[in-house]
């Protein structure tokens, strides 16, 4: 399994965003050139940040975004479900998904969802905070 560069950098910007909890507020410009991401890709998932409640953003003097919890309170599960939707390693189990050929034979299909739920357990055992933490 690997992550989608969207999530990838999700992770990425929420970890910058989470150096900065306490202090002022930062933007998304500020979030781009620390990370070395696009304007535009920043802006886009700051949008799907906000929009899952990761994130919160201010207009006007003093504005700008934060973390809507404590970087102790977010997982990387709660990042990658805000960019990418439901944890899951085959579409099977996705409403409306229905391209398999083994649908209906399938002896794997009641299982997944176990093999989900673990998956999803494991990226929410571990919050930002960890990841902003330094590494010796």
Request: proline letters at 5%; a neutral charge; hydrophobic letters at 45%.
């Amino acid at each position: 399994m690997r992550l989608s560069s969207m999530a990838d950098y999700a992770v990425v910007i929420m970890s910058a965003a989470a150096r900065h909890c306490g202090g002022a507020r930062v933007s998304a410009g500020q979030l781009a050139e620390e990370t070395g991401l696009p304007g535009p890709t920043v802006q886009k998932l700051v949008s799907k940040l906000t929009g899952a409640g990761l994130m919160r953003s201010s207009r006007g003097v003093g504005g700008g975004l934060k973390l809507a919890r404590p970087p102790a309170a977010i997982s990387i599960a709660d990042i990658v479900e805000a960019v990418e939707g439901p944890i899951a390693l085959t579409a099977c189990l996705e409403q409306g998904k229905h391209d398999c050929t083994l649908e209906g034979t399938c002896n794997m299909q009641p299982h997944w969802p176990q093999v989900n739920a673990a998956l999803r357990g494991a990226l929410a055992q571990v919050s930002l905070v960890q990841l902003v933490e330094e590494v010796e």
